[in-house]
């Protein structure tokens, strides 16, 4: 699979001189989904705990990213420190609620969480807007000195970038006894214990870090889409991302961008096909995945092994 | 001798069951201390406790002076206290060189600084660098043994870690025990005498959770009472 | 009293909200607690016994039964025929059963859409109670005192068949220790047929009980999903008093989401935090360890 990420790059940098401007902020969202999908990924696949929780973190940075925006600065770099911090603050706040729970429980309470937040931004409107959402964030330029981002080009182009460093960045870490660490508690918790390593702590950075990428993504949702409702952040989105991960190959963060593509891709698709059916549609989706994804995983282990 | 490992009116109840009695043990930094007796006799119970796998009803324990009753196992994992568990349990998903580093990396200053010695394990124990998954039970016993010792611990517990091995593979467990240093205290359990018998400074007689007899492998082996107490069980 | 009077009303709602959460919540302890699995569409099976209520729903007595008869049949089957299409799923794959409940919620959730409209619809409940009770000086619903007093003789019965029967005793070993069930040479596919099938009924029997409370509308599954997830987080799973811990959990959800709106309209969200947040810190360790699989 490792040579497909040369060509991959490639086109995504070359896709907004081919593709028009609508195409491109949709592209835009994607990579910024995909993001998010990443930090699924992270927990999911990495550290064994199932999230469907991850839009909670996105909400809260793409909030605080976008007051930030409305009220005082417009530099990109400013608006992404604040959507981590924000987002990483959110996820060591729930760190309690989440960091004993495993498995279908963990799955469960962050949920609960995801939906809460849902409900607190529809309900908080004088800083969300409530469902009406959140409009007028103005364009941001990267850095002091640097022009506006005022084309979808330039906006899809900064999200490529940002993207691409944060996931280097992970991908990195994750190499390293950072990774191996995780993938220790993922694999067997009480041996990692036997052996010294404060499981618990390790699982609680994870969490935060995995806050701190959904939080920085949701600072570039203001940049790339320019609004925010509610809706943003929703269950089916959770589900969606999830989906996206598995498809990915669960343990994959760059698989997770690809089967995020994948998954909205199919969902446009599918919504175009038969208007109005589009959920009808997408719930099938889901259930045909659940069906032929084992199966694929278990043929394409055999044909490598 | 000063003692690695003290034990003080340890017990542990399972419901009505009581694994373990008020059961008192001293062993000295280097000794090597085989725990025996009949299935049933709380031998386990009494590692898990130590390694602070499961907590007492009643008493204390301390490693090297400290008390750490109340410590959960990955602390007294950091004080040096080992184990090499019944069933081998590597983390499939990381290679072998990776298992024995990750396992080592808490007592040896993080995982980078642990590699060179966990490769020389690795190459000591004759083990293919391959993911843990792949291997066959008697290399992930060697694997098991290597992960143990990457932690450079000061007390070793060994469950029955000559279960199911083969001639050879018990030889090569055998000496490997052996040429342990004395840094290293042991406290085995184990069903083959022979293999306690070459190796025990002093065995300790464990029966119904009571506490039998301690000594010498000759005054056990010529002790009627112990004789009596597995004689009895077996009947 | 007249500090408390203005209350009186919210805090009866909430005790009638948390009644209803308690029986759908219970559905999703079941599932999730004997046979594992996060039932992703348990509110769309609250919704369909809904909808049966609304679509029945005459002002009669016998329409309510009706309905209360074809709902819990109807949700039922739903369960049961979730718990076939999970049948080709591995137990412990939570990842791809949450992806399939999921997908049969949003395809359902859809479908039920297409069939009743995207409006909330109107449900009527029977002449008889259909009006006022004067009640210390105020005036209160009368179905919903008729429902706090089916709802609560409901989580008696429970009560009673989770302490007192063999089936009960069986569920609650099953959700103290998962393994258990499979030890005991119980077929697994009917462990979970059973449970789905026992959890949609449930489902069905609150949703038709309970849409003159939370109606049938494009939102209604979603809503009880959230409420009753939190009603599960909240109530834990600490053995024995599993059925009554849940039962406080409902009602104290109850009381947020009614009284604590009345007292602080926009704060219910972050009250359902703050209510998590310390429960589940107040818990230690220990008692959510019980909870792992691990």
Redesign the interface.
Same mark, same amino acid.
Request: net charge neutral; aromatic share 10%; charged share 10%.
């Given at each position: 699979m490792r040579w497909l990420i040369a060509p991959a790059v490639l086109a995504a940098v070359a896709a907004p001189w081919l593709a028009d401007p609508y195409t491109t902020a949709t592209l835009a969202r994607i990579l910024v989904l995909g993001l998010v999908a990443a930090s699924v990924a992270l927990l999911?696949g990495v550290a064994g705990l199932?999230t469907?929780g991850q839009t909670a973190p996105f909400a809260a940075g793409a909030y605080a990213a976008a007051t930030l925006a409305l009220h005082s600065s417009s530099v990109g770099v400013t608006q992404l420190l604040m959507g981590a911090s924000v987002g990483a603050a959110f996820a060591a706040l729930?760190t309690?609620?989440v960091v004993?729970?495993? +498995?279908?429980?963990f799955?469960?309470?962050t949920?609960?969480?995801g939906?809460?937040v849902v409900?607190?931004a529809s309900?908080?409107r004088s800083v969300t807007g409530g469902t009406d959402g959140l409009a007028g964030m103005p364009s941001p330029r990267p850095l002091w000195g640097l022009p506006i981002l005022d084309t979808d080009r330039a906006r899809y182009l900064y999200a490529l970038a940002v993207v691409g460093v944060v996931l280097c960045v992970v991908v990195l870490l994750l190499r390293g006894p950072a990774g191996m660490y995780l993938r220790g508690c993922r694999d067997d918790?009480?041996r990692m214990r036997a052996s010294g390593h404060p499981v618990g702590a390790y699982l609680a950075i994870a969490y935060i870090a995995a806050g701190a990428i959904a939080g920085l993504a949701g600072s570039l949702l203001v940049t790339t889409q320019q609004y925010l409702s509610p809706a943003d952040f929703g269950?089916?989105v959770a589900?969606l991302l999830?989906?996206g991960v598995?498809i990915g190959g669960?343990g994959s963060v760059v698989g997770a961008i690809a089967g995020t593509a994948v998954v909205l891709a199919a969902r446009d698709w599918l919504s175009g096909l038969l208007p109005g059916?589009g959920?009808?549609l997408? +719930?099938?989706?889901?259930?045909?995945?659940?069906?032929v994804?084992?199966r694929l995983r278990f043929m394409l282990r055999r044909v490598v092994a | 001798m000063r003692a690695l490992l003290a034990v003080d009116a340890l017990s542990r109840r399972y419901g009505s069951l009581v694994a373990l009695d008020r059961i008192d043990l001293r062993i000295g930094e280097g000794e090597r201390h085989a725990l025996i007796g009949p299935n049933g006799a709380g031998k386990t119970t009494l590692l898990d406790l130590v390694a602070g796998a499961a907590r007492p009803d009643g008493g204390r324990i301390w490693v090297a002076g400290r008390d750490v009753t109340r410590l959960g196992p990955a602390r007294r994992a950091r004080l040096g206290v080992g184990r090499i568990h019944q069933r081998p349990a590597a983390w499939p998903s990381l290679s072998t060189l990776d298992n024995i580093a990750v396992a080592g990396a808490r007592r040896c200053g993080g995982y980078r600084r642990t590699l060179p010695a966990a490769r020389q394990l690795l190459s000591a124990h004759g083990l293919p660098d391959v993911t843990a998954a792949q291997l066959s039970h008697g290399q992930r016993r060697q694997l098991e043994i290597a992960m143990a010792l990457a932690g450079r611990p000061r007390l070793l517990l060994l469950d029955e870690p000559a279960a199911g091995l083969s001639a050879v593979e018990f030889s090569q467990l055998s000496a490997v025990l052996r040429d342990l240093p004395r840094t290293v205290t042991v406290l085995l359990v184990e069903h083959r005498l022979d293999l306690v018998y070459a190796l025990a400074d002093r065995v300790t007689v464990l029966r119904d959770g009571q506490h039998v007899a301690t000594g010498t492998p000759d005054e056990i082996r010529a002790s009627s009472t112990v004789r009596t107490a597995y004689a009895e069980a077996v009947i | 009293m007249n500090q408390v009077d203005p209350y009186l009303i919210p805090a009866l709602d909430g005790v009638a909200y948390g009644l209803l959460l308690f029986v759908v919540a219970a559905g999703l302890v079941l599932s999730?607690g004997v046979a594992?699995?996060?039932n992703?569409a348990h509110g769309t099976l609250y919704a369909i016994g809904a909808y049966v209520a609304a679509i029945l729903s005459d002002g009669s007595w016998l329409a309510l039964l009706l309905a209360l008869a074809v709902g819990v049949g109807a949700a039922t089957a739903g369960g049961a025929a979730l718990s076939g299409?999970l049948a %080709?799923? %591995?137990r412990?794959?939570?990842?791809?059963?949450?992806?399939?409940t999921?997908?049969?919620?949003?395809?359902?959730?859809?479908?039920l859409v297409?069939a009743f409209g995207a409006e909330n619809l109107p449900v009527r409940v029977p002449a008889t109670v259909d009006r006022p009770v004067d009640l210390a000086g105020h005036a209160y619903a009368g179905y919903r005192l008729v429902f706090i007093a089916v709802a609560a003789a409901l989580a008696l019965a429970l009560h009673a068949v989770v302490t007192r029967t063999r089936a009960g005793m069986l569920v609650r070993a099953a959700v103290d220790d998962p393994d258990m069930v499979a030890c005991l040479g119980v077929n697994p596919e009917r462990v979970r047929l059973g449970v789905l099938a026992a959890s949609g009924a449930l489902a069905g029997a609150a949703g038709v009980l309970g849409a003159p409370i939370i109606g049938p509308g494009p939102s209604t599954a979603?809503t009880v999903l959230?409420l009753s997830?939190?009603v599960?987080?909240l109530g834990g799973r600490n053995g024995h008093s599993s059925v009554v811990a849940t039962l406080v959990a409902a009602l104290a959800v109850g009381q947020i989401q009614t009284l604590g709106v009345a007292l602080a309209p926009?704060a219910? %969200?972050?009250l359902?935090?703050a209510a998590?947040?310390a429960v589940?810190?107040a818990r230690s360790?220990g008692l959510?360890?019980r909870?792992? %699989?691990?």
């Open positions: 999911t199932p469907l729930t309690p609620l004993y729970a495993r +498995g279908v429980v799955l469960m309470i949920l609960a969480i939906e809460l409900t607190a309900r908080w918790e009480a269950f089916d589900a999830l989906l598995v669960a059916r959920p009808l997408l +719930g099938a989706l889901f259930i045909a995945a659940a069906y994804l084992p | - | 999730f594992g699995i996060l992703l299409m %080709p799923v %591995p412990g794959d939570h990842l791809t059963q949450a992806l399939l999921f997908g049969v919620a949003l395809a359902g959730g859809s479908l297409m979603a959230l997830l939190v599960v987080v926009t219910a %969200p972050f359902l935090f998590m947040a589940l810190a360790h959510i360890r909870w792992s %699989p691990a």
